[in-house]
Structure formats: structure tokens, C-alpha cells
């Protein structure tokens, strides 16, 4: 049962360095979803994809991109990563979010702690 | 202003006590609600929805005002393994993407 699947667990990368974290859910559901949690700040969405096929900015997109491949994966990419990219970045998916008045959580990844040196 | 706000924490309590969280919401075209825990270093989980009607599940109760774009999470008989973050959670609606916003959470620490 394994949900909301996120790799690595944990990067140290170097300044103007690039890495892409991976994302795959096995719950069929047809929107996910990349944030970031630092302290104090809460999570805040960088990107979303509604559907297979679409991807969308949430509030701090700057210095990512994503790639929704298919229903199962979504992945998000940091082309030349920055000390202010350290965070600990969360994968989620929810099966009808664009539905009004739909109850839906969300389901999280377990996290990838990124620190940019 | 945040779109979600909580109390500040850290709420320090003994065990047994009755804890309240309170969160206010800025955009009025909020569509659904939640409250979710977050365990330390973990991924936040979903801990229950919120209605208008208010609803309980077991030692907790959410309460939500819409005139007032207010909403609660009352905790009884706290135990210790009821110490995390609690996250106050509310969904856009569609035409706004059907998002979700996070307060930033308040922190609860149960003490023996």
C-alpha cells in the first residue's frame, strides 16, 4: 500500500547545481501536487498538475519546473538551485480537488529534505 | 494577510486537558475544510474534514463558522501522542484551481 512515493529522501546539492525529485502515486488519482515547508512559512503550493497533461504555477513557482509524465508521476525539477531552495519539498495527490464542494484530502509523500550549500 | 491564519503556538499542555485551536480564512469562495496533523520531520496527514454542522470524531470536534470564515479544532482528554502540528487547511474553489491552502500550523505539546 504504498501511496504517495518520493525520491530521494534527502540531497545536499551545490549552488547552480540541477536535480529533478520524483513523485509517483499508485491511488489513480488525477491531480498532484508539489510544495514546500519551511519554518514558520507553512506549506506553500510551487506547482500543480489538475489532470494528465496539464501543470499549473501555485504561489512560489520561481526556480522550478515540472513535468506531469503520466497519471502516475510528477516530477519537479531545480535547474540551478539556490540556498533559498533549501526545504523540505512534499509530493501530494487528491483523487477530485477540482470538484466544488468535494471533501477530499490530499494524500502526502513522505518528503525530501534538500539542502543547497 | 495570510489566506490561512492560526494561533501562534507552542499550546503546552498536561494530559487530560482540553485544547482549542482556532484559524480564520481570508478568501470567501472557500469551498471545503480540514484539519491535518503533522508529526515532527513527517508528512502531514489528514485528520479530519470540517462541516458546517460541526462533526466529531472521537476526542475531537471542528467546528466551522462561514460568516464568520472561522474554524476550530477543539481536542479533549489530551494524550501525549496527540503532540504535533496541527495544520488548518482550506480549499479553493474550482475556478480558482482547487487548491489547497495550509496555515502555518500551531504546535501542541502534551506534557505527562
Known amino acids: 500500500n504504498a501511496g504517495v512515493t518520493q525520491t530521494p529522501k534527502f540531497q545536499v546539492l551545490k549552488t547552480g547545481q540541477s536535480m529533478t525529485l520524483q513523485c509517483a502515486q499508485d491511488m489513480n488519482h488525477n491531480s498532484m501536487y508539489w510544495y514546500r515547508q519551511d519554518p514558520g512559512m507553512g506549506l506553500r503550493l510551487i506547482y500543480y498538475s489538475a489532470s494528465e497533461g496539464t501543470t499549473d504555477k501555485g504561489e512560489v513557482p520561481n526556480g522550478y519546473n515540472v513535468s506531469r509524465l503520466n497519471k502516475r508521476e510528477f516530477s519537479l525539477r531545480l535547474e540551478s538551485a539556490a540556498p533559498s531552495q533549501t526545504s523540505v519539498y512534499f509530493c501530494?495527490?487528491?483523487?477530485?480537488?477540482?470538484?466544488?464542494?468535494?471533501?477530499?484530502?490530499?494524500?502526502f509523500g513522505s518528503g525530501t529534505r534538500l539542502t543547497v550549500v | 494577510r495570510k489566506e490561512v491564519e492560526q494561533d501562534p503556538g507552542p499550546f503546552n499542555v498536561p494530559e487530560g486537558a482540553t485544547v482549542a485551536f482556532n484559524c480564520t480564512y481570508s478568501?470567501?469562495?472557500?469551498?471545503?475544510f480540514f484539519w491535518y496533523r503533522q508529526d515532527c520531520r513527517k508528512e502531514p496527514k489528514l485528520l479530519m474534514s470540517?462541516?458546517?454542522s460541526g462533526n466529531e470524531d472521537g476526542r475531537f470536534t471542528a467546528q466551522l463558522n462561514r460568516a464568520s470564515q472561522y474554524i476550530s479544532l477543539l481536542i479533549r482528554d489530551s494524550k501525549l501522542s496527540d503532540s504535533a502540528t496541527y495544520l488548518c487547511v482550506v480549499k479553493v474553489s474550482r475556478n480558482q484551481g482547487g487548491k489547497l491552502i495550509f496555515g502555518q500550523g500551531t504546535e501542541l505539546s502534551v506534557k505527562p
Open positions: 478568501n470567501s469562495a472557500s469551498q471545503s
Open positions: 501530494a495527490s487528491s483523487e477530485s480537488p477540482l470538484y466544488d464542494r468535494a471533501n477530499y484530502g490530499y494524500t
Open positions: 470540517v462541516y458546517s
